[in-house]
Protein backbone atom coordinates (compact mmCIF):
# COMPACT_ATOMS: atom_id res chain seq x y z
CA UNK A 1 0.00 0.00 0.00
CA UNK A 2 1.34 3.58 -1.01
CA UNK A 3 0.56 6.95 1.01
CA UNK A 4 2.00 9.96 -0.36
CA UNK A 5 3.86 7.80 -3.20
CA UNK A 6 5.58 5.82 -0.27
CA UNK A 7 5.41 2.35 0.56
CA UNK A 8 3.25 1.69 3.58
CA UNK A 9 2.89 -2.01 3.79
CA UNK A 10 3.87 -4.40 0.80
CA UNK A 11 1.35 -7.06 0.10
CA UNK A 12 1.53 -10.57 -1.60
CA UNK A 13 -1.77 -12.27 -2.98
CA UNK A 14 -3.10 -14.94 -0.09
CA UNK A 15 -6.60 -15.70 -1.48
CA UNK A 16 -7.84 -17.68 -4.19
CA UNK A 17 -10.39 -15.42 -6.59
CA UNK A 18 -12.59 -17.74 -8.66
CA UNK A 19 -14.01 -14.86 -10.30
CA UNK A 20 -10.45 -14.24 -11.87
CA UNK A 21 -10.05 -17.58 -12.67
CA UNK A 22 -13.00 -18.00 -14.89
CA UNK A 23 -13.00 -14.78 -16.17
CA UNK A 24 -9.30 -14.50 -17.59
CA UNK A 25 -9.02 -18.15 -17.71
CA UNK A 26 -6.32 -18.44 -15.09
CA UNK A 27 -5.44 -19.74 -11.78
CA UNK A 28 -3.58 -19.19 -8.78
CA UNK A 29 -3.46 -16.46 -5.63
CA UNK A 30 -5.02 -13.57 -6.57
CA UNK A 31 -6.82 -11.67 -3.68
CA UNK A 32 -5.73 -10.72 -0.50
CA UNK A 33 -6.86 -8.97 2.56
CA UNK A 34 -5.27 -6.70 5.28
CA UNK A 35 -5.74 -5.83 8.25
CA UNK A 36 -5.49 -2.16 8.66
CA UNK A 37 -5.37 -0.32 11.76
CA UNK A 38 -7.97 2.04 12.78
CA UNK A 39 -6.83 5.22 12.76
CA UNK A 40 -7.36 4.47 8.40
CA UNK A 41 -10.87 3.83 8.99
CA UNK A 42 -12.99 5.89 6.91
CA UNK A 43 -10.29 6.58 4.56
CA UNK A 44 -9.78 6.05 0.89
CA UNK A 45 -6.67 3.50 0.71
CA UNK A 46 -4.50 2.85 -2.55
CA UNK A 47 -3.60 -0.35 -3.58
CA UNK A 48 -0.97 -0.21 -6.78
CA UNK A 49 0.57 -3.54 -8.31
CA UNK A 50 4.27 -3.78 -8.13
CA UNK A 51 5.29 -3.74 -11.97
CA UNK A 52 5.35 -1.11 -15.02
CA UNK A 53 2.94 0.80 -15.65
CA UNK A 54 0.43 -0.29 -12.18
CA UNK A 55 -3.11 0.21 -12.18
CA UNK A 56 -4.96 2.02 -9.32
CA UNK A 57 -7.57 0.50 -7.06
CA UNK A 58 -8.90 2.69 -4.58
CA UNK A 59 -11.19 0.99 -1.87
CA UNK A 60 -13.28 2.29 1.35
CA UNK A 61 -11.84 0.85 4.30
CA UNK A 62 -15.43 0.60 6.14
CA UNK A 63 -14.57 -2.13 8.71
CA UNK A 64 -14.38 0.08 12.47
CA UNK A 65 -12.52 -1.16 15.31
CA UNK A 66 -16.31 -1.41 16.99
CA UNK A 67 -17.64 -4.14 14.17
CA UNK A 68 -14.18 -5.96 14.71
CA UNK A 69 -14.69 -6.24 18.67
CA UNK A 70 -18.25 -7.12 18.66
CA UNK A 71 -17.20 -10.18 15.45
CA UNK A 72 -14.19 -11.50 17.90
CA UNK A 73 -16.75 -11.20 21.06
CA UNK A 74 -19.45 -12.56 19.02
CA UNK A 75 -17.37 -15.49 17.68
CA UNK A 76 -16.91 -17.11 20.93
CA UNK A 77 -20.98 -17.19 22.33
CA UNK A 78 -22.50 -20.14 23.09
CA UNK A 79 -18.79 -21.93 22.51
CA UNK A 80 -16.48 -21.01 24.94
CA UNK A 81 -16.99 -21.55 28.66
CA UNK A 82 -16.78 -18.72 31.74
CA UNK A 83 -13.62 -20.29 33.36
CA UNK A 84 -12.40 -18.10 36.38
CA UNK A 85 -9.37 -16.13 35.80
CA UNK A 86 -9.57 -17.44 32.22
CA UNK A 87 -8.77 -15.22 28.76
CA UNK A 88 -8.78 -18.08 25.73
CA UNK A 89 -10.91 -19.81 23.71
CA UNK A 90 -10.45 -22.77 26.12
CA UNK A 91 -12.47 -20.31 28.68
CA UNK A 92 -13.06 -16.43 29.77
CA UNK A 93 -14.07 -14.57 32.94
CA UNK A 94 -15.60 -11.18 31.74
CA UNK A 95 -12.30 -9.24 31.86
CA UNK A 96 -10.35 -11.77 29.90
CA UNK A 97 -13.20 -12.04 27.57
CA UNK A 98 -12.31 -8.39 26.81
CA UNK A 99 -9.10 -8.32 26.75
CA UNK A 100 -8.62 -11.16 23.84
CA UNK A 101 -11.95 -8.78 21.93
CA UNK A 102 -10.07 -6.15 22.31
CA UNK A 103 -6.64 -7.62 21.09
CA UNK A 104 -7.91 -9.97 18.68
CA UNK A 105 -9.26 -6.97 17.23
CA UNK A 106 -6.30 -5.35 17.09
CA UNK A 107 -7.71 -2.20 18.85
CA UNK A 108 -6.15 -2.48 22.15
CA UNK A 109 -3.87 -4.44 24.96
CA UNK A 110 -5.97 -4.16 28.13
CA UNK A 111 -5.13 -5.27 31.43
CA UNK A 112 -7.28 -8.44 32.51
CA UNK A 113 -9.38 -6.61 35.04
CA UNK A 114 -12.51 -4.80 35.15
CA UNK A 115 -11.47 -2.02 37.06
CA UNK A 116 -7.43 -1.95 35.92
CA UNK A 117 -9.80 -1.80 32.40
CA UNK A 118 -11.84 0.85 33.54
CA UNK A 119 -8.76 3.40 34.12
CA UNK A 120 -6.38 2.04 30.90
CA UNK A 121 -4.49 4.04 28.97
CA UNK A 122 -6.81 5.87 26.55
CA UNK A 123 -10.14 4.72 28.00
CA UNK A 124 -12.60 7.26 28.62
CA UNK A 125 -16.24 7.54 29.68
CA UNK A 126 -18.87 8.13 27.14
CA UNK A 127 -22.37 8.62 27.45
CA UNK A 128 -24.91 5.51 26.99
CA UNK A 129 -26.27 7.75 24.47
CA UNK A 130 -22.67 7.81 23.17
CA UNK A 131 -22.22 4.33 23.26
CA UNK A 132 -21.63 2.02 19.96
CA UNK A 133 -21.01 -1.34 19.51
CA UNK A 134 -17.18 -2.89 20.59
CA UNK A 135 -17.34 -0.27 23.62
CA UNK A 136 -17.13 -1.77 26.73
CA UNK A 137 -19.81 -1.69 29.45
CA UNK A 138 -18.60 -1.73 33.46
CA UNK A 139 -20.67 -2.53 36.06
CA UNK A 140 -20.18 -0.49 39.04
CA UNK A 141 -20.75 -0.70 42.79
CA UNK A 142 -19.27 1.72 45.53
CA UNK A 143 -17.22 3.54 42.23
CA UNK A 144 -15.21 0.23 41.50
CA UNK A 145 -16.11 -1.75 38.14
CA UNK A 146 -16.56 -5.39 39.16
CA UNK A 147 -17.72 -6.26 35.74
CA UNK A 148 -17.23 -5.55 32.41
CA UNK A 149 -18.94 -6.60 28.73
CA UNK A 150 -18.11 -5.99 25.32
CA UNK A 151 -21.41 -3.39 24.09
CA UNK A 152 -23.33 -4.97 20.99
CA UNK A 153 -25.56 -2.18 20.62
CA UNK A 154 -29.28 -1.47 20.95
CA UNK A 155 -28.84 -2.02 24.77
CA UNK A 156 -27.13 -5.66 24.58
CA UNK A 157 -23.76 -6.83 25.04
CA UNK A 158 -21.65 -9.60 24.79
CA UNK A 159 -20.34 -11.03 28.35
CA UNK A 160 -18.88 -13.54 30.10
CA UNK A 161 -21.49 -13.91 32.76
CA UNK A 162 -21.33 -16.88 35.10
CA UNK A 163 -20.15 -20.44 34.88
CA UNK A 164 -23.32 -21.75 34.62
CA UNK A 165 -24.72 -19.09 31.74
CA UNK A 166 -21.06 -19.42 30.04
CA UNK A 167 -20.63 -16.37 27.26
CA UNK A 168 -23.68 -14.90 26.00
CA UNK A 169 -25.24 -12.44 24.20
CA UNK A 170 -27.95 -10.19 26.55
CA UNK A 171 -29.69 -7.11 27.70
CA UNK A 172 -27.33 -4.89 29.60
CA UNK A 173 -29.25 -5.77 33.11
CA UNK A 174 -28.10 -2.47 35.38
CA UNK A 175 -28.37 0.95 35.11
CA UNK A 176 -25.33 1.12 37.67
CA UNK A 177 -23.38 0.89 34.81
CA UNK A 178 -20.50 3.18 32.69
CA UNK A 179 -19.65 3.05 28.83
CA UNK A 180 -16.08 3.69 28.00
CA UNK A 181 -13.96 3.54 25.04
CA UNK A 182 -10.43 4.37 23.66
CA UNK A 183 -11.11 3.81 19.96
CA UNK A 184 -13.70 7.38 19.50
Known amino acids: MWSSSHCRKLVTANLRRTDV ?15 LPGSVVGQTVTVRRATPSPPIIAARVVSTPGARIVAVAR ?9 EGGASPRGFDCSGYSMYSYAH ?26 ARPGD ?4 MSGGVAYHVAVYAGHGNQYAA ?19 RTDWH
Do not use: C
Not at 21 to 35: L, Q
Not at 136 to 139: G, T
Open 161 to 179: ATPSAGLVYQRVWSSAVQY
Open 21 to 35: DSRYKITGWHGFRVT
Open 75 to 83: TYVGRSPYV
Open 105 to 130: AHVAALPHNAEAQRHAAHMHQISSSS
Open 136 to 139: LVFY
